[in-house]
């Protein structure tokens, strides 16, 4: 049997993504794509699994996870995404759009998700619709670009890849200065010794003993389930499971008499989720104040001092000009810039970057990556940047590795 076509289309954040993954599978199929005339195809994406998820919650249904006691929300990212394909697959579908596919996946489970697609690939038609060039399967015959709703077909792989590589010149402005420094009592700002943590008689967390010092640059890594979550929690104070624990968050013992609120004015902390999920309306100006005060959106009068700097960090964003629009206008990679110079007005002892570029394109991954990098460079400020991707182009001094064991993860530092 001859390989069948597969196809890869590369969008970016402006890309009207939606419209097209309906056009794939209910019809007028765009031009390029008449192989897929009467085909039935079929949805592999984030937005299938919450579909299958809201389903199990509102109905106690279970659709894609018949043959497990455990609920879809329950499962990591790579344990819903194999839930998903297998039940695509007992479909026998002509062909799989594949939206995002390696998406919040570890190293490891993108790596044997890949296999077991390049696996199907020789008997389905793969449809790729994917923001970075590195998840396009080596398979692919027939390559396409999405922009504001248009595909723009390309004749070869060689032609496709050049026009599409990514180049960023950065940031020329200088980071704006703090209104006043915030004061901590050590230089160690995070001091894990043997902390072990366990939910359900089940350990996540196996003698974990790392140390955070100011001014240091960490990336966190480890698969999915490997217990990321649960560390950062303790250090926000989102998680009880600190008490008890040899474990000083800014010179202090946990449990020694901490606010959580005197703990959270020391970080900075942003997450793809906080913006996922807002549905407020604020200017984009207000946003970035709201940063002084702790609360997404502003709520209070700001002062003249507080508008000055955020004007500043909007310039050294190239945003000035959206200083007055609402925030729920700008685009995905221009909302992650402004809410990291949000955590960041304050110039926090630790930033914590929690899977930051997840569903970002090459070229805003790229910019933000060089924000984060020059927020290192050119602050005090302790950076601990989570994620699944090796990110091309940062610059962290140190990795610090969860390694899942019968006994729980056990952390080393690279």
Same mark, same amino acid.
């Given at each position: 049997m001859d390989q069948p076509k597969n196809y890869a289309v590369l969008t970016n954040n402006t890309s009207k993504t939606k419209n097209l993954v309906h056009s794939l599978l209910s019809g007028p199929l765009p031009q390029r794509f008449e192989a897929l005339e009467n085909k039935v195809g079929l949805l592999f994406s984030r937005s299938e699994i919450h579909r299958f998820m809201n389903e199990e919650e509102r109905h106690d249904v279970k659709i894609i996870t018949q043959d497990t006691q455990q609920s879809l929300k329950t499962m990591s990212s790579g344990e819903q995404k194999k839930a998903l394909l297998r039940h695509l697959l007992s479909q026998s579908p002509d062909f799989l759009v594949l939206v995002n596919p390696? #998406? %919040? $996946?570890? *190293?490891?489970? @993108?790596? %044997?998700? !890949?296999? @077991?697609? $390049? +696996?199907?690939? !020789?008997?389905t038609v793969? *449809? @790729?619709?994917v923001s970075r060039l590195e998840d396009i399967l080596p398979i692919t015959s027939n390559y396409f670009k999405l922009e504001n709703g248009s595909l723009k077909s390309y004749p070869d792989s060689d032609s496709f890849f050049k026009a599409n590589q990514t180049t960023t010149l950065g940031f020329q402005l200088p980071i704006p200065p703090p209104i006043q420094d915030i004061d901590v009592e050590s230089d160690a700002l995070v001091v894990f010794k043997n902390v072990s943590v366990s939910f359900d008689g089940r350990q996540v967390l196996n003698n974990i003993s790392w140390t955070i010092k100011q001014g240091e640059f960490w990336q966190l890594i480890g698969p999915n389930g490997s217990g990321k979550t649960t560390l950062l929690s &303790? *250090? +926000?104070? #989102?998680?009880?499971?600190?008490? =008890?624990?040899?474990? +000083?968050?800014?010179? @202090? /013992? !946990?449990?020694? =008499?901490?606010?959580?609120? #005197?703990? !959270?004015? /020391?970080? =900075?902390?942003? +997450?793809?989720? &906080?913006? #996922?999920?807002? %549905?407020g309306y604020h200017s984009v100006e207000n946003m970035l104040v709201s940063g002084f005060h702790d609360s997404v959106g502003l709520y209070i009068r700001p002062s003249d001092h507080e508008k000055r700097v955020a004007k500043e960090w909007l310039k050294l964003l190239e945003l000035e000009h959206k200083k007055d629009i609402q925030f729920l206008e700008l685009t995905q990679g221009q909302k992650r810039l402004v809410m990291t110079a949000r955590a960041m007005v304050k110039h926090p002892p630790l930033l914590i970057l929690d899977e930051p570029t997840a569903g970002l394109d090459d070229a805003n991954a790229a910019l933000f990556?060089?924000? *984060? %990098?020059?927020?290192?460079n050119e602050s005090n400020t302790t950076i601990v940047f989570v994620s699944h991707r090796k990110e091309v182009g940062l610059e962290p001094q140190f990795d610090y590795i969860l390694e899942m064991g019968e006994s729980g993860s056990k952390g080393t530092v690279k």
């Open positions: 390696f #998406d %919040n $996946l570890d *190293v490891a489970t @993108q790596a %044997n998700l !890949k296999e @077991q697609l $390049l +696996t199907i690939s !020789k008997t793969l *449809v @790729q619709v &303790m *250090v +926000t104070g #989102d998680s009880h499971k600190g008490y =008890g624990k040899d474990l +000083t968050l800014f010179g @202090q /013992k !946990k449990g020694s =008499g901490e606010s959580v609120w #005197d703990l !959270k004015s /020391k970080i =900075g902390y942003f +997450t793809p989720a &906080m913006t #996922d999920k807002f %549905n990556i060089a924000l *984060v %990098n020059k927020i290192s």
